[in-house]
Structures are given as C-alpha cells and as structure tokens.
C-alpha cells in the first residue's frame, strides 16, 4: 500500500475509499487474471475522523411510542411523531395524502389523545437498528430490512454523496449497484446509520446534510481546490465575519482537508427537558468517538452544529450539570455553530399556548394550526407536558414588560414582570382566577394521566420552576456564548 499521490500511472484503475455502515473504511479491489502482475497501488485513507453533528429543533425528530400507550391509543402502529409525513400540508397538492397519514390524524385528534400522543414519559426516538453478521453490518438482514421501511424518509434511492456515502461514478460503479457475490450497503443504510432518518429529512434539514456532506469531503478534487471553497478564501467580512479580517488561504484549507468529516443527525426526544436530552447526545457522541476509534481512526474531537431549540441542547451538551462534555477527557467538542437559538425564550410560546397555533390566515396555515394545536386548549395539553417546551418560554435574561396590556388607542396601562418580580412569579405561577397566568388548570391534564406520572396542574407548576433553573442553569454560565476553551 503507498500514501502516494501518483498512483497506478501503468493503467490500474484507481479507486475510492467509501465509509461503510459502523463507520469501515471500505474499498472495492478489482481482481484480474493471475498472470496480470502489475501492482495495484490503493492510496489510503486519512488517518483521522472528525464527525460533524446536527442537533435538529423541536419536533424536528421521529418519535415513537411505548406499546402500553400504543395500546391505550388504539394506534395500529408505534408512530409518534413524524416531521416529514407532516411536509405535506405546505402545498395545496399534499393535502390529499395527508389526510390519510398521521398528519391527518393529529388535524382531527381530540386534546386527550394530543396529550397521551406525545407523553414524554411514553415516547423515545425512533433509531435506526439494524442486523450484524460477524460484527460487521448486514444489508439484507431481518432487523435491517424492518428498519429501512420505518426510515423511508431517507428513500432508498438516496444518491451517493462520494466519497464516504457510495463511490462516485468516475470509479466505474454504478450507484446503489451490489455485487452478486458481496452485499454492500447502500447510501440510503449509510445515512441512516449515521442519523439522518431520526430527523426530518425533507427541506431544509435535508438539503443541510447532504451538502455539508458533500463540500466538507470534497475540499480538494484531482488534488486541486474544489471550486465551492473558492468563496470560503475572500475576506472573512465579506460573508459578514465581525472582529476578523484574515483570508484563509489555500494552505490553511490543505491543513483540515487530510481528514474524513461524516456528517451525523441525533434526534432526540425534544418533549423531555434539554438537559436530560444532554446526557443522552453525550453519551451518544462518546460512543461514536469510541466507534471510530476501535475502527483504526483517530477521532478525539467533533463539531456540532444546532437549529433553534437544538441551540439549548448543545449548551447543556457542555455544562457539567448536564452533557459534562466541556471538559471531557475522551473527546472534545471543537466547536458549536448555531441556527436561529431561541437563547432567552419566545414570547411567542405564552401567545400559542393561549391561542392556539393560528397565525395566518388560508388553509393551509389552518391545517398547519389544526396538527399543531388550533386553539388554547388544544395547545396547551401538548406544551404543559413538555418540559422541553416550557424551557422554550422567556427566562429572566428576555427582559421585563415584555407581557402588556394596551387601551384602545394602543397606550400601555400595564406590563409584566416588573422590575421586582420575574416571569416565573408574575406569571407563570399565577392561580386560576388570574386570567393573564399561563397555563389553564382545566386544560392541562385532558388525557386524566396519573399525578404520579406528571399529570395535573401541580406536576405542571413543578417542571415550569425546573424549567426556568434549567434556563438560568444554561443562560448565566455561558452568557454571551460558549466559553472560549470550547
């Protein structure tokens, strides 16, 4: 084997390494007659992994539910949640079909069922499990094949993403081709394997990880710059960098292009609060660090990058009263980008959880409101549950009077919290008969869950004030963003 650029200049074919489902360096070698003697030189991989990690936003990943609440629904599957089946209703065209998938059913669902649908307690991410055969991945395995139905949201006609998602076609293979003697995975397994169907897929999202794939291993094509990463070598105040007038050159870029970036997804559960969320992503990036580690990579360090409320998450990622992986000893987070964090909160969460998630007016944003919660008490029996949801209303760092009440020429008359009192206290908490405090009593526990599994308005009360320490947790010890050793 040779690490040298100039291979097989005699007239062998040079191939690819491809990563394979469990994160293999995998490589195709083309056998020849045994009186060929010519060598066949493979240049090897780089020596390092360096994953890339998204963090979805809040009801952005495929929950399912327990079979007991299953059950207790009537449910003739275990679906919870999915984003992408509710993709549909951004179209007049999708309508149809989706009043025949779970978008229609959540359109018609009663405050009841909403509530016992996405029960933190009965609900946990839907992974992408699949069958090993001599510790090694089976594409055609039992538990493989049930899995890839479950994660059609990543098609099985997903096109290579070379060269780690399928080898590209100047190889000589064709895609999602598998030799008749030798079971390859597809990249539709490799992406699911790496997260991508735990999270919506359609869009954006979608559109994200596959380009991020893309652009982040294919710096350098023919040992030239890829004409993508011409823009990335203008002045960094040119794209809107702030404090920062260094050009990276075509050097700099040569120095990170010698290493695989897998780009990962982890949904997680976005109904528990962020900060249990936290320990289970940490112990999910140190088991992927670990992974790749026993499959001959150095990989101590991964990147994260965050949409919205997965913004929260990634902060409790590093806290030590969370994710503990600031200051990790086997892996360390490199860096965090994020997308639209709601960093203090929304005030938008107290006004949907009043009125419901009607914002516009058409039928397609009716529909939309009709999924999500048409009214307050439809909405509420979703977001009084959710501890992740309530981590999502302002916190002391939003700000006062952000709550007001005007006359009828649009003067003030008055506005909460006051300079004394914080959010939590002035409104929050309020009992029933004030009619500005958050939640209704008489809506939060339609589904009559026992109070010993988080029903009631008691239970409520309680993960509103863990919910506000959480904030305050994640807010004050990383004011102003993430600490510089990060």
Known sequence: MSDQSGLNERGNHQGEFTQGVGGWAEYTVYMTETSDTIRHDVKLPPRKVLPVIFLPGVMGSNLRLSRERQKKLDRLDNRSWRPDDMVGIVNEVGLAAFDTDIGGWYKNATPAQRQLMLDPNETEVEYYHYTESKGRFD?????????????????????????????????????????????????????????????????????MLTTAESYLNNMFVHDRINPNWQRVLANPSTFGAVDFDTALTEKDLRKVAACWYPVHAMGYN??????????????????LATGYQKRGFQCDEVIIVTHSMGGLLARALIHPKYGNLLNDPSVKVLGIYHNVMPTMGAAASYKRTRFGFLEGPGTIAEIGA???????????????????????????????????????????????????????????????????????????????????????????NRRLKEAAAFIEDISTTFHGGVPDSV
């Open 370 to 460: 009709r999924v999500l919660g048409i009214d307050g008490q439809n909405a509420t029996a979703i977001l009084a549950n959710a501890p992740a949801a309530l981590e999502l209303f302002p916190g002391s760092a939003y700000g006062k009077a952000w709550l007001k009440v005007l006359d009828g020429s649009g003067r003030e008359m008055w506005s909460l919290p006051s300079n004394e009192e914080s959010a939590l206290e002035s409104i929050y908490l309020q009992p029933a008969d004030k009619w500005w405090r958050l939640f209704n009593p008489d809506w939060v526990n339609p589904g009559r869950v026992d109070e010993k599994k988080g029903g009631g308005i008691t239970a409520v």
């Open 270 to 287: 976005y109904l528990k609060s962020n900060g249990e969320s936290a320990k289970v992503i940490a112990d999910r990036i140190r088991g």
């Open 139 to 207: 594409p055609e395995g039992k538990e493989t094949l049930a899995a890839d139905q479950r994660h059609q949201n990543v098609p099985d006609s997903l096109q290579p993403i070379p060269p780690l998602m399928g080898p590209s076609l100047r190889t000589g293979h064709l895609p999602n081709r598998r030799s008749a003697t030798a079971k390859r995975e597809s990249p539709a397994q490799i992406a699911r394997w790496r997260g991508w169907s735990e999270v919506l897929f359609k869009g954006a999202y979608g559109q």
